[in-house]
C-alpha cells in the first residue's frame, strides 16, 4: 500500500481565513480524493482530484469553496476558503488505484474554526 | 433508503466474545465491498476486502450476498484492541459515477 503523508495534522484557524492542506504520496496513484468527516458521522467525499485538470466536485461542494491542485500523480492540495466553524471537521487525503480497489487513507487534518 | 446501511451500535461485548456486524447496500450494481477499521481520532484502515464466496482472516469473517445486498463481518473471540468503529464500504460502479459509498459505522467496545 502507498504510504500517504498528509499535513497540517491539525489546526485551529480564525474565520474568514483560508487554510491549504497538502498530501503526498511515495508513489504514483491513479486516484486521490478528499473527504470530509464531521464529529459522529462517516466520511463524505468532497472532490475527486484530477491530475492536470479541475477537480469533480460532489453535490454540496464548490471550488471556490474548496480549491484543489493536483499537479502530478503524487501530489494534492485541499484549500478550505473563507472559513466559518461550520467548517470544523477533519479532512482526510484518499488514494486508489483502480475503480475496484481499496482506498488509502493520509492521517487526517484535524480543523477547528474559531 | 440510504445508499449504505449498518447496525446503529454500539455495541458492548465481552472479551473472548463473538460479534457480528451486518450491512446492507441499496445499488444492485455495486462491484466491490470493504470493511475498515476507525480508531478514535485516526485515519480508517482497511480491514478486509469482501470477495463473492466469503473470505476469512484469522478471528475475522466476512461474507457478500448479492442477492439479499447485504455484508457481513463476524469477530471470534474479540479482544480489548477490536474496540473501534467499523466502517461498511460500497463501491458503486453505476455509468460514471465511480466512488466509494460509506455507512456511518457501528461502533465495538470490548471490555474485559
Known amino acids: 500500500s502507498a504510504v500517504i503523508s498528509q499535513k497540517p495534522s491539525r489546526d485551529i484557524c480564525q474565520r474568514g481565513t483560508s487554510l491549504t492542506i497538502q498530501c503526498q504520496v511515495d508513489?504514483?496513484?491513479?486516484?486521490m480524493f478528499w473527504y470530509r468527516q464531521q464529529p459522529g458521522q462517516s466520511l463524505t467525499l468532497i472532490a475527486t482530484?484530477?491530475?492536470?485538470?479541475?477537480?469533480?466536485?460532489e453535490s454540496g461542494f464548490v471550488i471556490d469553496k474548496f480549491p484543489i491542485s493536483r499537479p502530478n500523480l503524487t501530489f494534492s492540495t485541499l484549500t478550505v476558503s473563507n472559513m466559518s466553524p461550520e467548517d470544523s471537521s477533519i479532512y482526510l487525503c484518499?488514494?486508489?488505484?483502480?475503480?475496484?480497489?481499496?482506498?488509502?487513507f493520509g492521517q487526517g487534518t484535524r480543523l477547528t474554526v474559531v | 433508503r440510504k445508499e449504505v446501511e449498518q447496525d446503529p451500535g454500539p455495541f458492548n461485548v465481552p472479551e473472548g466474545a463473538t460479534v457480528a456486524f451486518n450491512c446492507t447496500y441499496s445499488?444492485?450494481?455495486?462491484?466491490?465491498f470493504f470493511w475498515y477499521r476507525q480508531d478514535c481520532r485516526k485515519e480508517p484502515k482497511l480491514l478486509m476486502s469482501?470477495?463473492?464466496?466469503?473470505n476469512e482472516d484469522g478471528r475475522f469473517t466476512a461474507q457478500l450476498n448479492r442477492a439479499s445486498q447485504y455484508i457481513s463481518l463476524l469477530i471470534r473471540d474479540s479482544k480489548l484492541s477490536d474496540s473501534a468503529t467499523y466502517l461498511c464500504?460500497?463501491?458503486?460502479?453505476?455509468?460514471?459515477?465511480?466512488?466509494?459509498?460509506w455507512g456511518l459505522g457501528t461502533s465495538l467496545a470490548v471490555n474485559p
Open positions: 445499488n444492485s450494481a455495486s462491484q466491490s
Open positions: 464500504v460500497v463501491n458503486t460502479n453505476a455509468g460514471n459515477n465511480r466512488k466509494l459509498i
Open positions: 482530484a484530477n491530475q492536470g485538470s479541475e477537480a469533480t466536485y
Open positions: 484518499s488514494v486508489r488505484q483502480g475503480t475496484n480497489t481499496e482506498a488509502f
Open positions: 469482501v470477495y463473492s464466496s466469503g
Open positions: 508513489s504514483q496513484v491513479t486516484m
